[in-house]
């Protein structure tokens, strides 16, 4: 009884005459000819070497070797045809699906709030929130291991697939007696005082620096840090400053005693990019949180 010498479809007419109970309503449900399901009954019964099923006027009546195969069988066959509708229609309501999504911390923060409240209505989705190394994201995305991926802009192949989610202007944190709080935050200002630096690498510029540097004039890094949650405890106790974008930088500032000022300069904007793989596009699970995560950013 070696599966791969059992054609699969077999099971479908199997499942569906044991349903009917008759091979006339049975071939009526599967669409085909009632002479095509004897035969494909008749295989069957070669493949098991049993009856499967026994007439009983005008009901087929399945055997105790058929009742015990169905009970085996129907949970996966149900599984199986749960996946293959998958590929042809999504509902968010009745189905079961978790996504992966690739998140830094700070979008964690800006993106999973709103997301969540979106699926409140949909109780069997569930999310699983990583960070990735942004050198392995298109690898993920291509193994499946990631539906998602939220960054900056990156450098990508063309099997993967991106668009434009926010563009976040930055803006300068500080704390709300420091000395230039509530004042039009000049460029000398701005010079004068010491600042953190949030990068993931030790060293090297920030974005911010960068535009700096074209104007000519360089700005004095005091901390160097990982996170911007970190970073803004830290200029809620010193008059440090912290350049950050502006849309996590709210969020923080709500709780906290911070102020945010424009910047002296018109600094560059963090343009944060959806990303995906271009080969699972148009599975309609993957399009449809597509849409739900284009709505929150």
């Given amino acids: 009884m070696a599966l791969n010498r059992l054609d699969l479809n077999l099971l479908h007419v199997f499942d569906t005459i044991y349903r009917e109970g008759s091979l006339t309503r049975a071939a009526k449900a599967l669409h085909l000819t009632q002479p095509a399901v004897s035969h494909s009954l008749s295989r069957l019964r ?16 399945p055997t105790p070797l058929a009742r015990r195969f169905l009970e085996s069988m129907r949970p ?55 960070r990735i190394a942004r050198r392995e994201m298109e690898t ?23 668009e434009l989610m926010r563009r976040d ?14 004042d039009r935050l000049t460029m000398e200002g701005y010079l004068s005082a010491r600042h953190v630096l949030v990068s993931s690498r030790t060293e090297g510029p920030g974005i911010e620096d960068f535009e700096l540097s074209r104007l000519g004039v360089h700005r004095n890094i005091r901390l160097r840090c ?16 912290l350049t950050m974008p502006e849309t996590y930088a709210r969020i923080i500032a709500e709780n906290s005693s911070l102020v945010l000022m424009d910047p002296p300069a018109d600094l ?29 950013s």
């Fill in 76 to 130: 996966g066959l149900t599984q199986i045809q749960s996946a293959v509708n998958q590929f042809h229609a999504f509902d968010p309501a009745n189905q079961r699906k978790t996504y992966s999504l690739g998140l830094r911390d700070v979008l964690e923060s800006t993106f999973l709030p709103q997301l969540m409240q979106r699926l409140d209505a949909y109780p069997e989705l569930e999310i699983v929130s990583r």
């Fill in 140 to 162: 993920q995305l291509a193994a499946g291991k990631l539906d998602f991926a939220v960054d900056v802009l990156l450098p990508v192949s063309s099997q993967t697939g991106h």
């Fill in 226 to 241: 990982q996170h911007y949650f970190a970073a803004c405890r830290v200029v809620e106790g010193t008059d440090l400053l």
């Fill in 169 to 182: 202007r930055l803006v300068v944190l500080a704390r709300k007696d420091h000395p230039i709080a509530g």
């Fill in 268 to 296: 560059p904007s963090l343009d944060v990019h959806l990303y995906w793989h271009k080969a699972y596009e148009k599975e309609p699970a993957l399009v449809w949180l597509r849409e739900q995560l284009r709505s929150v």
């Fill in 46 to 61: 070669d493949h098991f070497d049993d009856p499967l099923f026994t007439r009983q006027g005008n009901q087929m009546i």
